[in-house]
């Protein structure tokens, strides 16, 4: 049987034409038999992409080939093609959403102004030295938040990336700049970026999870500072570090412990809600429990 494998990476560059790179990506990909998705802009590339291994580290080898994607750093996971519905390489604005691409600066060494980046050791290091005067700040979307983050962290009410930017004017975080503040999200990009929009509000020590959540529980798995499962974007919905991770979430209609999202039954509303294995196979439990948004 043929070995499978997911990669997530990122790349922050100038990108001087990006849709010959949109071009080029579909091209490759369509070669290989992978599927997932890939963003590109004039700041770089995002992309999360599965298939044959052999076929992954083909891509992986020829996408590095780019002068400004030489020294990504590719997260890999279990998983294949399979876990996508298709192929999706698109040109957008920013390559991660926060609808502020004229505040966010890029040259070829990355993002100008950033966060400084601490790898999972040295992350330890700072929680050491400083105790609990060091603030984790998830910069995920808040629904991912309940099946896994950082103890103690502050989650944002964000129900998109593109709320962070009025959640930080807010002013309701302004009691944590003058603190050491670690941003951190799923594989890096996220709290890179916003680590450079908290730097540029007045926060005075802001740290970014190199290599993210993922990069963290590949070193500690679950005997670090992370609790729970990690929510990703495919039809996974969640991984773990290990086999003997807390469950976090709890089921929206009895309870019970889970970190299983499920779209709701009613077809006018498929919010996602974290369901049981009991309550998630009927589509009369498998609905929201105070009543459908939409």
């Known amino acids: 049987m043929a070995l499978h494998r997911i990669v997530l990476f990122y790349g922050f560059t100038p990108v001087a034409d990006p849709d010959a790179v949109r071009l080029w990506q579909r091209a490759l990909c369509e070669k290989l038999g992978l599927t997932g998705r890939i963003l590109i802009s004039s700041d770089g590339i995002n992309a999360t992409i599965g298939g044959g291994l052999n076929a992954v580290k083909q ?71 400083r105790g609990d005067d060091v603030v984790f700040f998830d910069g995920r979307n808040a629904f991912e938040t309940q099946i896994g983050k950082f103890r103690n962290a502050v989650v944002p009410d964000v129900a998109t990336t593109r709320d962070f930017v009025a959640e930080l004017d807010s002013g309701k975080y302004d009691d944590l700049k003058n603190r050491p503040v670690v941003t951190y999200c799923t594989g890096g990009i996220r709290c890179e970026v916003l680590s450079s929009l908290m730097l540029n509000r ?49 089921c929206v209609r009895c309870q019970a412990p889970t970190s299983k999202f499920e779209n709701c039954s009613n077809q006018a509303c498929r919010n996602l809600q974290l369901f049981c294995t009991g309550c998630a196979e009927t589509s009369a439990a498998r609905t929201c429990p105070d009543g459908c948004s939409t």
């Open 202 to 250: 007045g926060f005075e020590e802001v740290y970014q999870l190199d290599g993210g959540i993922v990069r963290y529980g590949e070193t500690y798995k679950d005997e670090g500072l992370w609790e729970g499962s990690l929510y990703v974007f495919d039809r996974r919905m969640h991984v773990e570090f290990s086999d003997h991770a807390k469950t976090l979430g709890e």
């Open 59 to 129: 891509y992986v080898k020829t996408t590095r080939e780019y002068k400004g994607f030489h020294d990504i750093d590719v997260k890999w996971s279990d998983g294949s093609a399979a876990d996508f519905p298709r192929l999706s390489v698109k040109v957008r604005d920013e390559i991660v959403s926060f609808g502020a691409p004229g505040e966010l600066k890029v040259d070829e060494n990355g993002v100008v102004g950033g966060g400084a980046p601490l790898d999972p050791a040295a992350l330890h290091q700072l929680v050491a030295e």
